[in-house]
């Protein structure tokens, strides 16, 4: 009789919740009855309330049970687990019918929780290394047009489309290319690189090894923040296999072509989340903005051509290239092509991942996924963006989310992070931390990011003794930071400030009285 199959995430935040308990006592339980399983720890599905999730092959269907606790193990396996059972309390069926998870479009998570993250068999077995296929019988030219053709969009924040930065780099002539990931996801409330990263590094790996083939690149690097350890080690143990398989090195996957990587581990600091910064860190030296031009694309790392692009942008390059330009464009609306994967974070009742294409609402997001709020207090503000991003009223959560839509009411989609608040949170002293969290992490380079921000916190400090007068001042100030920053880091920093003002003008213009259900964040 051959083992049962399970699989239990051992990503970050399935782990934090009790997974890796869950996987030891499930198997030192089927130890002990004689009971042979083999365990697999896969990637977390991004319903994060239901974790530790735990699932059964069934006869080539996925039985999911949870959130599965330690004391529960024991009744779970008298009940027919390994089975498939419906008896126990925490099976909740087939995993695809799961409504958080049936009501998606993932297309670049499409194997999340599927693939053993280390296997290139269970990756190939799920669609893996198609596109790569396709794109090693395709010249590089041909390859750039589809990327170009399916409207794919930076989804790291500036949502600069990817098929014109690959075209600069392919027309650039040098005798050294490079491909960089900047996996240095700094944002609040974002966490889909990690995810993909550690339940399916194979598909950032593959999207970069076709990046280098559409560009001409021999060598690329993965720019992870330190935060990240068990993101490294899947990454690391995912190059392995996939070098000892010959896709990375020389000969990819037979051909003539050669490609290497490396990854290389950040230090803590926010700004080389920005793509200069992060260039300067890699070639060893403290991560500073760099004046544009010369454009990366042209005069990148170590002088040379370089595409960077985020985690999310390149792992979405294989189905691109598995399914073709125009099969990925037919997804979103507008100029805002494909999906993104939204994440769900904050007070709200189930937190997770929701990959949608582009044209859904933030009003659907918060409660046909999230379901409100935690607290079960009504929803006052959405920080969309990161701490960059506008905190946005009720009144907008109509809108669709799309990179335009957002511009044209001063906020952004950005990485996809959306942060809830109920009506306890103090939009002042968000604004505040917004400003304190810029004059923590600017690089200093430049006067309006680094003194700014300093004066910003003073100012709004200030606010209680002189309302209208500050207001004004700070205004202008937010003016002189968007216009004068050197890079995003001080130039967005208003957005927050500004949103909070404009939306919220009750929690500036009014000595607040001490009210201990009021919270900061």
Same mark, same amino acid.
Request: charged share 20%.
């Given at each position: 009789?051959?083992?049962?199959?399970?699989?239990?995430?051992?990503?970050?935040?399935?782990?934090?919740?009790?997974?890796?308990?869950?996987?030891?006592?499930?198997?030192?339980?089927?130890?002990?009855?004689?009971? =042979?399983?083999?365990?697999?720890?896969?990637?977390?599905?991004?319903?994060?309330?239901?974790?530790?999730?735990?699932?059964?092959?069934?006869?080539?269907?996925?039985?999911?049970? #949870?959130?599965?606790?330690?004391?529960?193990?024991?009744?779970?396996? %008298?009940?027919?687990?390994?089975?498939?059972?419906?008896?126990?309390?925490?099976?909740?069926?087939?995993?695809?019918?799961?409504?958080?998870?049936?009501?998606?479009?993932?297309?670049?998570?499409?194997?999340?929780?599927?693939?053993?993250?280390?296997?290139?068999?269970?990756?190939?077995?799920? !669609? #893996?290394?198609?596109?790569?296929?396709?794109?090693?019988?395709?010249?590089?030219?041909?390859?750039?047009?589809?990327?170009? =053709?399916?409207?794919?969009?930076?989804?790291?924040?500036?949502?600069?489309?990817?098929?014109?930065?690959?075209?600069?780099?392919?027309?650039?002539?040098?005798?050294?290319?490079?491909?960089?990931?900047?996996? %240095?996801?700094?944002?609040?409330?974002?966490?889909?690189?990690?995810?993909?990263?550690?339940?399916?590094?194979?598909?950032?790996?593959?999207?970069?090894?076709?990046?280098?083939?559409?560009?001409?690149?021999?060598?690329?690097?993965?720019?992870?923040?330190?935060?990240?350890?068990?993101?490294?080690?899947?990454?690391?143990?995912?190059?392995?296999?996939?070098?000892?398989?010959?896709?990375?090195?020389?000969?990819?996957?037979?051909?003539?072509?050669?490609?290497?990587?490396?990854?290389?581990?950040?230090?803590?600091?926010?700004?080389?989340?920005?793509?200069?910064?992060?260039?300067?860190?890699?070639?060893?030296?403290?991560?500073?903005?760099?004046?544009?031009?010369?454009?990366?694309?042209?005069?990148?790392?170590?002088?040379?051509?370089?595409?960077?692009?985020?985690?999310?942008?390149?792992?979405?390059?294989?189905?691109?290239?598995?399914?073709?330009?125009?099969?990925?464009?037919?997804?979103?609306?507008?100029?805002?092509?494909?999906?993104?994967?939204?994440?769900?974070? #904050?007070?709200?009742?189930?937190?997770?991942?929701?990959?949608?294409?582009? !044209?859904?609402?933030?009003?659907?997001?918060?409660?046909?996924?999230?379901?409100?709020?935690?607290? #079960?207090?009504?929803?006052?503000?959405?920080?969309?963006?990161?701490?960059?991003?506008?905190?946005?009223?009720?009144?907008?959560?109509?809108?669709?989310?799309?990179?335009?839509?957002?511009?044209?009411?001063?906020?952004?989609?950005?990485?996809?992070?959306?942060?809830?608040? %109920?009506?306890?949170?103090?939009?002042?002293?968000?604004?505040?931390?917004?400003?304190?969290?810029?004059?923590?992490?600017?690089? !200093?380079?430049?006067?309006?990011?680094?003194?700014?921000?300093?004066?910003?916190?003073?100012?709004?400090?200030?606010?209680?003794?002189?309302? =209208?007068?500050?207001?004004?001042?700070?205004?202008?100030?937010?003016?002189?930071?968007?216009?004068?920053?050197?890079?995003?880091?001080?130039?967005?920093?208003?957005?927050?400030?500004?949103?909070?003002?404009?939306?919220?003008?009750?929690?500036?213009?009014?000595?607040?009285?001490?009210?201990?259900?009021?919270?900061?964040?």
């Amino acid at each position: 009789m051959s083992a049962i199959t399970l699989y239990i995430p051992g990503d970050t935040t399935a782990a934090s919740l009790g997974a890796d308990r869950v996987a030891q006592r499930l198997a030192s339980e089927c130890r002990d009855r004689g009971l =042979e399983v083999a365990i697999v720890r896969n990637g977390s599905r991004g319903a994060f309330w239901l974790e530790p999730l735990l699932e059964i092959d069934a006869g080539g269907k996925r039985i999911a049970y #949870g959130p599965v606790q330690l004391e529960d193990i024991p009744q779970l396996l %008298d009940d027919g687990m390994l089975a498939g059972s419906t008896r126990p309390p925490q099976c909740l069926g087939p995993v695809e019918d799961i409504p958080f998870l049936k009501q998606q479009q993932r297309l670049t998570f499409a194997r999340q929780g599927l693939v053993d993250p280390l296997s290139v068999a269970s990756y190939r077995a799920h !669609g #893996g290394l198609a596109g790569l296929g396709h794109a090693l019988g395709m010249t590089p030219q041909a390859i750039v047009d589809e990327i170009t =053709e399916s409207g794919l969009r930076g989804r790291g924040g500036a949502a600069f489309p990817t098929g014109i930065k690959w075209q600069t780099v392919l027309n650039t002539d040098a005798a050294q290319k490079y491909i960089v990931c900047n996996a %240095d996801e700094g944002d609040s409330g974002t966490y889909s690189d990690r995810m993909l990263m550690e339940g399916d590094p194979m598909s950032l790996l593959e999207g970069m090894i076709i990046a280098g083939l559409a560009v001409g690149a021999t060598r690329g690097y993965i720019y992870l923040r330190e935060e990240y350890p068990r993101a490294g080690r899947m990454l690391q143990q995912a190059m392995n296999a996939l070098r000892e398989a010959g896709y990375l090195g020389e000969r990819i996957g037979g051909s003539g072509h050669r490609f290497e990587l490396e990854l290389r581990i950040g230090a803590g600091a926010y700004i080389c989340g920005e793509e200069t910064a992060l260039l300067e860190s890699l070639e060893g030296r403290r991560g500073m903005v760099r004046v544009k031009p010369p454009l990366p694309a042209i005069q990148g790392l170590f002088g040379q051509p370089t595409v960077v692009n985020n985690v999310i942008s390149l792992a979405t390059v294989p189905v691109i290239l598995e399914r073709g330009g125009a099969f990925y464009r037919d997804f979103g609306m507008g100029r805002s092509r494909g999906t993104l994967p939204f994440q769900l974070a #904050g007070n709200i009742a189930r937190g997770g991942l929701v990959e949608l294409a582009f !044209g859904a609402t933030l009003r659907e997001l918060l409660y046909d996924f999230g379901g409100g709020s935690r607290s #079960g207090r009504p929803l006052r503000a959405v920080q969309v963006g990161g701490p960059l991003g506008a905190y946005l009223p009720e009144a907008q959560w109509d809108t669709p989310l799309d990179y335009e839509a957002f511009a044209a009411m001063g906020a952004m989609l950005g990485h996809g992070g959306i942060v809830a608040f %109920d009506d306890s949170v103090d939009l002042r002293e968000q604004a505040r931390f917004a400003m304190e969290f810029c004059a923590e992490e600017s690089c !200093g380079k430049c006067t309006p990011c680094r003194i700014g921000s300093i004066r910003g916190v003073e100012v709004i400090d200030q606010l209680a003794a002189d309302p =209208e007068g500050n207001l004004a001042l700070l205004e202008e100030l937010c003016e002189t930071m968007t216009d004068g920053s050197l890079c995003a880091m001080g130039g967005m920093t208003p957005y927050p400030v500004l949103s909070a003002v404009r939306h919220f003008p009750e929690d500036f213009t009014a000595e607040r009285e001490s009210d201990d259900s009021r919270e900061s964040v």
